[in-house]
């Protein structure tokens, strides 16, 4: 106990955080790795920020390139491409929010409602498993799958019907995210709510069933309840993403023919960087913007499951 005494006297505050700390040097220990990985690469690239009020000029790096303060911002907010990209995204994220959050949680109450464990197990594997492949990997199975000459047009063929451009139709594509999420993702987001089921008490179960209630019941009024927690603390952090649209999915499912619809913020960004005359600064003003926007949403949940009496994520 030498190092927490010298940190303080034994009944201030310093001398009992000292003390923790100490007792628990093991499980801090453990944390160092992660504390490491998180500033190396989390927090330090947060200084490229400053280059969103500068003139980026590559032979004089990111510190030595010209202050012109908020220009680069004033260019963002009079391109019409940016409010087109902007509203594109919020429309989509506003649609993954209605459609997409609850499929995990309709998924983990009904695989809680399997009674065959293995049969269980087994369809929990083959729900989880696409979360492992990257968009890439899917992007080609879907561009096999859904292409003008691919397999579901051949089958539509066969029965005498039209094809169907599902690839190259902008109606159909944004549904068409929705799903391909939802297959690739829904299984591994339910692992959250099934880890919340499975705290909970049994003797509620029990008691619930003594008193006659079915198994609907006992859903709606036990299993359900108990998870709402962990239903708003997901809420809040899809909140905080309100403003990206999965950057990954969009630029693999995406071609000339939908550009239109798959314009959004994180296209846009990658447009304007990578698809013309470089202007770095300009893209990290808009990059800035993206993040201040998704932290306001951020807030803003949190502030509202506190107005309805949840501990929300912020303290």
């Known amino acids: 106990m030498e190092e927490a005494k010298t940190a303080g006297p034994p009944g201030s505050a310093k001398g009992r955080i000292a003390a923790l700390i100490w007792k628990h040097r093991m499980v801090y220990t453990l944390l160092i790795p992660g504390l490491i990985w998180y500033v190396i690469f989390a927090y330090g690239p947060m200084g490229g920020l400053i280059l969103a009020f500068k003139t980026y000029r590559a032979n004089l790096g990111i510190w030595g390139s010209p202050f012109v303060g908020l220009k680069n911002f004033d260019y963002v907010f009079v391109d019409a491409a940016f409010y ?3 509203l594109r995204t919020l429309t989509i994220n506003i649609g993954r929010m209605l459609f997409q959050f609850p499929m995990p949680i309709v998924l983990a109450l009904l695989l809680n409602e399997l009674r065959f464990s293995k049969l269980k197990r087994l369809v929990q594997t083959v729900l989880t498993f696409p979360h492992f492949l990257s968009w890439v990997v899917v992007a080609s199975i879907l561009i096999n799958t859904f292409a003008y000459n691919g397999l579901v047009n051949s089958v539509i063929k066969l029965f005498g019907a039209e094809t169907v451009n599902f690839l190259g139709n902008g109606k159909i594509f944004v549904p068409f995210l ?18 919340a089921i499975a705290g909970i008490d049994q003797d509620q179960y029990e008691a619930a069933e003594i008193d006659g209630a079915s198994r609907l019941q006992r859903l709606t009024l036990i299993t359900l309840p108990n998870i709402v927690p962990a239903i708003i603390v997901m809420f809040i952090l899809a909140m905080g993403n309100l403003m990206s649209s999965g950057f990954d999915q969009v630029f693999n499912l995406s071609n000339a023919a939908v550009r239109e619809a798959a314009e959004t913020l994180d296209m846009y960004i990658y447009r304007i960087t990578f698809l013309g005359p470089p202007n770095f600064a300009f893209s990290t003003a808009v990059s800035l913007f993206r993040s201040v926007v998704n932290m306001i949403f951020l ?4 502030k509202g499951a506190k107005l309805m009496g949840s501990e929300g994520l912020l303290s």
Request: charged share 15%; aromatic share 16%.
């Open 84 to 86: 087109r990209s902007v």
């Open 178 to 195: 929705y799903v391909t999420e939802v297959w690739k993702n829904a299984g591994w987001g339910a692992i959250v709510y099934l880890a």
């Open 299 to 302: 807030l803003m949940a949190d």
